[in-house]
């Protein structure tokens, strides 16, 4: 794999935060009001229950606990926390704590997968919830006390699932994998939406294009892009990608919803993506091995350099052979050279010589060789 494909894996991983920064204007202008598991809820489980229908593949074993945690993390907890921040905080003033989520997931990939983040990645990380909160936070944002609860504790959902995701791997089919999180998420979303919210809100034609696209594009597709990126990415560089879904929202905003970007905004909006582009070149040569490694491309198996490209030379990969003295039949005990005797390079023994002069040549070996055998 070369650059440019290193390049379009994390484009393609950064579809999922690119939708998820659409939800801000298709709650607020298309969806009905006040109801976030339920929104929560229809966006996961039909997405969910597709998947696993066309994959027919269940858990097995220790995967049915494994499968509902990273469910609960990455689907139930997160849609549902994301919703209610998106429904009390108005513009993309949830999308700040989002922003700390790089910051996060080093701190828990360092205790749980030994990652340790460099200075460039923390650094990184502070650039990028500068820059999102120079973007999101204007004069007239207001802190509602539960939209910020649930904005805090929705990205530390989302980087717990992030870290498990790469620590314990996944056992089956992109497909499967994602379709039995967004089954048992939605699972757990839909008697909840029931038990807090009551009925099922009434469903105009805007609502069902609402739904259409969180399900199909924000969900479906994103998620599917989503843990193949997490499968691929070292857990500090996927952690940057979710700062493109402020970035989207507020210029969304600005674009549909005629909101005004200031010349401050405009600076959070370089150094917030300037922050998710230093993100990726931090772990460029470790997304290259990780690629080889998940495509069965052949690496070198150095765990000191995991980096390295393997040599294209057929004895690259074979064992030097330990050398040996071979030892050199005679014919008889006489056969030694005598101590001071000389000998010419490029002289060959003859048939009339005596054995006691015998001298060693340079030449190639003489059929006496293939008649001692």
Same mark, same amino acid.
């Not at 108005?90 to 790089?102: H, I, L, Q, R, S």
């Not at 809100?201 to 599917?224: F, H, K």
């Not at 001071?340 to 001298?359: D, H, K, Q, R, Y």
């Given at each position: 794999?070369?650059?440019?494909?290193?390049?379009? #894996?994390?484009?393609?991983?950064?579809?999922?935060?690119?939708?998820?920064?659409?939800?801000?204007?298709?709650?607020?202008?298309?969806?009905?009001?006040?109801?976030?598991?339920?929104?929560?809820?229809?966006? #996961? $489980?039909?997405?969910?229950?597709?998947?696993?229908?066309?994959?027919?593949?269940?858990?097995?074993?220790?995967? %049915? %606990?494994?499968?509902?945690?990273?469910? $609960?993390?990455?689907?139930?907890?997160?849609?549902?926390?994301?919703?209610?921040?998106?429904?009390?905080?108005?513009? *993309?003033?949830?999308?700040?704590?989002?922003?700390?989520?790089?910051?996060?997931?080093?701190?828990?990939?360092?205790?749980?997968?030994?990652?340790?983040?460099?200075?460039?990645?923390?650094?990184?990380?502070?650039?990028?919830?500068?820059?999102?909160?120079?973007?999101?936070? *204007?004069?007239?944002?207001?802190?509602?006390?539960?939209?910020?609860?649930?904005?805090?504790?929705?990205?530390?959902?989302?980087?717990?699932?992030?870290?498990?995701?790469?620590?314990?791997?996944?056992?089956?089919?992109?497909?499967?994998?994602?379709? %039995?999180?967004?089954?048992?998420?939605?699972?757990?979303?839909?008697?909840?939406?029931?038990?807090?919210?009551?009925?099922?809100?009434?469903?105009?034609?805007?609502?069902?294009?609402?739904?259409?696209?969180?399900?199909?594009?924000? #969900?479906?597709?994103?998620?599917?892009?989503?843990?193949?990126?997490?499968? $691929?990415?070292?857990?500090?560089?996927?952690?940057?990608?979710?700062?493109?879904?402020?970035?989207?929202?507020?210029?969304?905003?600005?674009?549909?919803?005629?909101?005004?970007?200031?010349?401050?905004?405009?600076?959070?909006?370089?150094?917030? $993506?300037?922050?998710?582009?230093?993100?990726?070149?931090?772990?460029?040569?470790?997304?290259?091995?990780?690629?080889?490694? %998940?495509?069965?491309?052949? #690496?070198?198996?150095?765990?000191?350099?995991?980096?390295?490209?393997?040599?294209?030379?057929?004895?690259?990969?074979?064992?030097?052979?330990?050398?040996?003295?071979?030892?050199?039949?005679?014919?008889?005990?006489?056969?030694?050279?005598?101590?001071?005797?000389?000998?010419?390079?490029?002289?060959?023994?003859?048939?009339?010589?005596?054995?006691?002069?015998?001298?060693?040549?340079?030449?190639?070996?003489?059929?006496?060789?293939?008649?001692?055998?």
């Amino acid at each position: 794999m070369n650059r440019s494909s290193a390049v379009a #894996t994390a484009l393609l991983t950064g579809v999922g935060p690119v939708t998820w920064g659409t939800t801000y204007v298709v709650t607020t202008e298309l969806l009905p009001p006040d109801r976030p598991l339920f929104t929560a809820a229809v966006r #996961t $489980l039909p997405a969910g229950l597709l998947l696993v229908a066309f994959a027919r593949t269940l858990p097995k074993g220790r995967w %049915w %606990w494994r499968a509902t945690v990273l469910a $609960l993390l990455n689907i139930a907890a997160f849609q549902a926390l994301l919703f209610v921040s998106a429904y009390r905080l108005p513009g *993309g003033v949830a999308a700040t704590f989002g922003a700390a989520g790089p910051l996060v997931v080093a701190g828990l990939a360092a205790w749980l997968l030994a990652e340790r983040a460099t200075g460039w990645q923390l650094a990184s990380g502070v650039a990028g919830l500068i820059g999102v909160g120079l973007v999101v936070l *204007g004069p007239a944002a207001s802190l509602d006390p539960v939209g910020v609860a649930a904005g805090a504790l929705g990205v530390l959902a989302m980087a717990l699932g992030t870290v498990l995701v790469r620590r314990w791997g996944r056992p089956v089919g992109l497909l499967a994998y994602t379709g %039995w999180q967004l089954a048992i998420g939605g699972l757990v979303l839909a008697p909840l939406s029931l038990l807090v919210e009551g009925a099922p809100p009434a469903v105009d034609a805007a609502a069902v294009w609402g739904y259409l696209w969180l399900g199909g594009v924000g #969900t479906l597709v994103a998620y599917v892009l989503w843990f193949r990126g997490l499968a $691929l990415l070292p857990a500090g560089q996927a952690a940057f990608l979710p700062l493109l879904s402020p970035v989207v929202a507020t210029l969304l905003g600005w674009l549909v919803l005629a909101e005004t970007l200031t010349p401050v905004q405009a600076a959070g909006f370089v150094l917030a $993506l300037g922050a998710i582009a230093a993100g990726q070149r931090a772990e460029a040569p470790v997304l290259l091995t990780r690629w080889r490694a %998940w495509t069965g491309v052949a #690496t070198s198996t150095s765990p000191r350099s995991p980096t390295d490209v393997p040599s294209s030379s057929p004895t690259a990969e074979r064992p030097t052979p330990r050398p040996s003295t071979p030892s050199v039949p005679t014919s008889s005990p006489s056969t030694r050279v005598p101590r001071g005797s000389s000998a010419t390079s490029g002289s060959l023994p003859t048939a009339t010589s005596s054995a006691s002069t015998t001298v060693a040549s340079t030449a190639p070996p003489t059929p006496e060789v293939s008649c001692r055998r």
